[in-house]
């Protein structure tokens, strides 16, 4: 079980850096991160490079027993390369460019960028590949995060022989934005541009496919600088961290270009519920590499500096939120960053070693944790037990939040719900791709999956005839892979399966909304009763089973939760966006009738039950003591136990009774 955070060593006098050593060692630390914002520090100017302090102290971690995961440093290129080479800079909408100061200023696709982020890696790389304290090489760091779309002229140059490699000729470009609308035909590639600042609305197949080049100009980015160390011949594993459910950089195709998965989490302490974003981030890790453990690479020890308000973590907080992490499948717990900065944009945001020093509670948290990560045994990784999926596609993401719909809908809050309603049940979710395997599942959950394609459409109606459980949702299979309509109305490729035809989408006015309009639409049957919001489709069943209808308002009557056999399994279909007791309800409804159990029952809502293999992890977020019912041998008590109380952020990990 790996434990530190990113050291910064730059950033200090050179006489502090035993006294780190000697605060790590007292920590627990085993290892850190190094060298993710050295560019300047390393490559002073264009041909001076100065790799004797990072030898130094490389070396002084190494005789410590603190292993490094080590950084290629191109993250935030220094002010003489860009001095130097302004054409490396990226820029916005309007064609601005973002200058040096801050960080991530560095267009992806840039020429310029990536042959002086060649040499630096190449450098690095060559200097450090078989150094015995270098156990992980850390590419570049958070790819997109600040700057999540580039439209400079290297964005232009590469978007242009991105779509001529993806399609061949600037017809079948054409055909598949559909540019005859508003006369936006183009004659050449030469004539098409990134998607800057317009009039009015943009070509939703050109927004839709500049979304898709954001994601692989980045991915060459980490392709380039991973080639570079294993050309070097270095044997460790080559990650990079990413960012929970990020938009702009598609995961789900970066993750087998990574030898091990890390992940930054940052929930916010004053959220009550902040917890079910961390379980979210650990069930997504876990799923992006299926029997893999991952990293837990940066969270806070404390406050963090770039919210409006930055809440402290209550007490317990820091290991009830690393022991989650740990029971959702990591193998590692970090935090940005060990020593917290004396100068700069986030000299508020908290370390492990805080600027006040030893006598704070976050440093005593900091310690105890460190002791007990140090006493859990090996731990498996991920065996493949949950029970449920829930599907969260990239490019679906990117297509229905497009402008111009039937109604402004969050993907990522819509998929969120209906995990949010598993969690607060109990249920254990891998979270996949359309694509992926479903054989192992009883239930799959398919949120709005407005753009689908005709392999993810067959692998939803091969995992009902092979017996699986199927919730499809409003919005759903309405165009291609092109963002475009598919001839024969909506649903056309899940219409059979799911026994209903969908006529249109009811926009409803949001939640919340000013002005007059309906915001709701309730929805009734035998053990439903809910409100609905966004959309209340206008469908007619086939030969599918009603359960539930709306009641009131222009869909009066008509299907709003149907069913139909299809196979050996059961496809479900929800015309509506429902409220958390809706998407509770139906998911009860689901998981009765696959069959799933809670992975404990009776517990209260604050209180999380995970499993990993064997051991069972339970984690009290409420503001109560709470007891639980578990039999079995407590690891960290090393007890046997019939029932445990967590305190306020306790948590226990129990090998239970067979």
């Known amino acids: 079980m790996h434990y530190g955070g990113d050291y910064n060593p730059e950033q200090w006098p050179e006489e502090v850096w035993p006294e ?19 560019w300047a520090r390393i490559q002073p100017s264009e041909h001076e490079f100065d790799f004797d302090w990072l030898d130094r102290i490389i070396g002084l971690l190494h005789d410590g027993g603190i292993a490094v995961d080590l950084a290629t440093a191109t993250a935030s290129p220094p002010p003489w390369a860009t001095v130097a080479y302004p054409e490396m800079l990226a820029a916005d909408e309007n064609g601005t460019p973002y200058w040096h100061g801050s960080r991530q200023h560095y267009a992806p696709s840039s020429p310029a960028y990536r042959r002086i982020a060649t040499e630096l890696v190449t450098r690095i790389a060559g200097r450090y590949a078989d150094h015995p304290a270098v156990v992980l090489w850390h590419v570049n760091n958070e790819y997109g995060c600040h700057l999540n779309v580039d439209y400079s002229d290297a964005a232009r140059d590469a978007f242009r022989g991105w779509l001529e490699k993806r399609y061949g000729s600037v017809d079948a470009l054409n055909e598949a934005w559909g540019t005859m609308f508003w006369s936006q035909r183009y004659g050449s590639f030469a004539e098409v541009f990134p998607p ?70 940052y929930p916010d302490p004053n959220d009550p519920e902040g917890f079910r974003e961390g379980a979210f981030h650990g069930d997504l890790m876990r799923s992006l590499k299926p029997g893999t453990p991952w990293l837990l690479m940066e969270q806070a020890s404390n406050a963090v500096n770039w919210r409006p308000s930055n809440a402290p973590k209550a007490p317990g907080q820091l290991a009830a939120q690393s022991m989650q992490a740990v029971a959702r499948g990591a193998d590692g717990v970090l935090f940005f960053q060990w020593r917290q900065s004396r100068a700069g944009a986030e000299k508020f945001h908290s ?44 490019e679906n993401w990117w297509a229905i939040e497009n402008p111009d719909h039937p109604t402004s809908l969050d993907y990522l809050s819509l998929v969120r719900g209906w995990y949010d309603a598993a969690h607060r049940l109990h249920v254990q979710v891998d979270i996949l791709p359309p694509t992926a395997e479903l054989t192992q599942y009883d239930v799959v959950l398919a949120p709005h999956l407005y753009l689908l394609t005709g392999e993810a459409a067959g692998n939803l109606t091969a995992f009902v005839e092979q017996g699986g459980h199927l919730l499809v949702t409003a919005f759903s299979d309405v165009v291609d892979g092109n963002d475009r309509f598919r001839s024969g109305g909506f649903g056309t490729q899940v219409r059979d399966l799911l026994g209903i035809v969908v006529e249109d989408f009811g926009a409803l006015v949001a939640p919340g909304s000013a002005g007059p309009g309906q915001q709701h639409a309730r929805v009734t049957g035998d053990g439903f009763g809910f409100a609905g919001s966004f959309l209340a489709e206008e469908a007619h069943a086939v030969d599918a089973a009603v359960l539930a209808t709306f009641d009131g308002g222009r869909q009066h009557g008509r299907p709003a939760l149907t069913s139909r056999r299809h196979g050996a399994g059961t496809a479900y279909y929800l015309a509506t966006v429902p409220d958390d007791d809706g998407a509770r309800q139906v998911l009860e409804h689901l998981f009765a009738a696959a069959e799933v159990p809670p ?24 503001a109560e003591p709470v007891r639980v019912d578990v039999q079995g041998r407590d690891v960290l008590a090393d007890a046997v136990v019939r029932d445990v109380t967590l305190e306020p952020f306790g948590y226990a990990l129990i090998l239970p009774d067979r």
């Open 599 to 622: 992975v404990l029952a009776g517990l209260p809502p604050m209180v999380e039950a995970v499993r990993r293999g064997p051991l069972l992890t339970v984690i009290n977020h409420g």
């Open 196 to 265: 800057r600042r317009a009039p009015y609305s943009h070509n939703p197949g050109q927004l839709l496919d500049y979304r898709r080049f954001t994601s692989d100009m980045l991915l060459e980015c980490y392709r380039m600088e991973r080639d570079i160390i294993r050309a070097a011949g270095a044997t460790q594993p080559v990650t990079t961290n990413f960012m929970g459910a990020f938009k702009s950089v598609n995961y789900a195709e970066w993750a087998p270009e990574l030898d091990v998965i890390s992940d930054d989490l």
């Open 351 to 394: 370390g492990m070693l805080p600027h006040a020093g030893t006598q704070t509670r976050t440093w005593r948290e900091v310690v105890a944790l460190g002791e007990e990560l140090g006493r859990l045994p090996d731990l498996p990784a991920d065996d493949g037990s949950a029970r449920v999926a829930l599907l969260l596609d990239w």
């Open 20 to 38: 780190d050593i000697a605060r790590m060692q007292e920590a627990g630390v085993t290892m850190v991160s190094l060298g993710i914002f050295s």
